[in-house]
């Protein structure tokens, strides 16, 4: 038997004890052209808390009294695939649970060019590519220009700030703790920093952007972004990849504030929503990029992981709280 984390009840407001139970299943045999996997890390993501909505979005929700699912890093213990061996260690979007029966088509087998195993969910997975198509297609950023990123020090943020300051630009972080504001500047190399929670947001912005903000990496909205905007500069960029501070609203409230229309009017600013699923032909440039610059150690990452299956709810609680520095992982086992 294993264990499996279910989604017990859908939240209102952020997770707490009641939205998921662990359940005891069996863990199954793989048949003919299948892989049994045992999980080492689990990825915990902002955009998982839409899928405990049932509200419409651009992927389904998660099932009550269903495994939930999310990105994951396993080894085969047992293969009936001639090209997956007993012992590779693969990553694949798989349930939450200690060990899973998969098709070879479900999982990618990972090369990880010197890196740990883990940063194939962080740095060199889903958080990276986020990172690189935002600022590559849509950000674009020049040398000397002004970068600001939202949510700076999480996942995400921590490696779009990076690949600013590699094409020269300069790099300004928003983020909750003064901790986070040193790990930006003193370790990721970020231009400047700022704490929301304990800056004049106003203030700290124009000392940190006394030329304008070219470029804006949206990943928090709320009153944190309603600040951005009169300082956008003609023809500014805004990736707009999540906005995390509206996730957790309790049902009938709204998420409200400035209107950002006459900002983009008056600036021709180019605002646009996107995913990494949109840039799939893509997947191989970019991660072939993003492996050098961590090799070569020009982009560095943090991983904020818990031990163990049963805190897989306190790693969601920590991510929507701030918790977290770069990525936050649950791991669950080891290799073999």
């Keep these: 038997m294993q264990k499996q984390l279910q989604l017990q009840e859908r939240p209102n407001g952020l997770p707490d004890e009641h939205t998921f139970s662990t359940k005891e299943i069996e863990i199954g045999s793989p048949n003919d052209n299948e892989l049994l996997v045992k999980t080492l890390y689990l990825s915990v993501d902002p955009y998982m ?14 099932e009550l009294n269903q495994a939930i699912s999310g990105g994951s890093i396993a080894e085969v213990i047992e293969s009936n695939v001639s090209s997956i061996p007993k012992g590779t260690i693969v990553s694949g979007l798989l349930p939450f649970q200690e060990y899973v029966v998969v098709k070879p088509d479900q999982v990618r087998t990972l090369e990880m060019h010197g890196a740990p195993i883990s940063a194939a969910l962080g740095a060199l997975g889903m958080p990276g590519l986020t990172a690189y198509f935002g600022l590559d297609d849509i950000g ?3 040398e000397g220009e002004t970068v600001v990123i939202s949510g700076a020090a999480g996942a995400v943020g921590s490696i779009a700030g990076q690949l600013a ?16 504001v040193d790990f930006l500047v003193n370790e990721l190399g970020f231009s400047a920093a700022i704490n929301y929670k304990e800056d004049n947001m106003e203030e700290a912005l124009k000392q940190a952007c006394p030329d304008g903000i070219d470029v804006y990496f949206e990943n928090v909205g709320g009153e944190v972004s309603d600040h951005i905007w009169p300082l956008l500069n003609p023809l500014a960029r805004i990736p707009v990849c999540g906005a995390i501070s509206a996730y957790n609203l309790k049902k009938g409230e709204k998420d409200s504030g400035p209107r950002v ?5 008056k600036t021709r600013a180019r605002m646009q929503g996107f995913l990494y699923g949109d840039y799939a032909d893509q997947y191989e440039k970019a991660y072939s990029e993003l492996s050098e610059y961590v090799k070569n150690k020009e982009i560095v990452f943090k991983e904020t992981i818990l031990d163990g299956f049963d805190r897989i709810p306190e790693a969601f609680n920590g991510l929507f709280t701030g918790k977290n520095i770069g990525k936050q992982l649950v791991k669950i086992s080891d290799p073999s």
Excluded: C, H, N
């Design 49 to 62: 808390r839409g899928r405990m909505s049932d509200a419409k979005s651009y992927i389904a929700p998660f």
């Design 140 to 142: 674009k950023p020049k």
């Design 165 to 180: 300051r590699l094409k020269g630009a300069r790099a300004v972080g928003i983020v909750g703790s003064q901790e986070k």
């Design 261 to 265: 229309q006459t900002y983009l009017v």
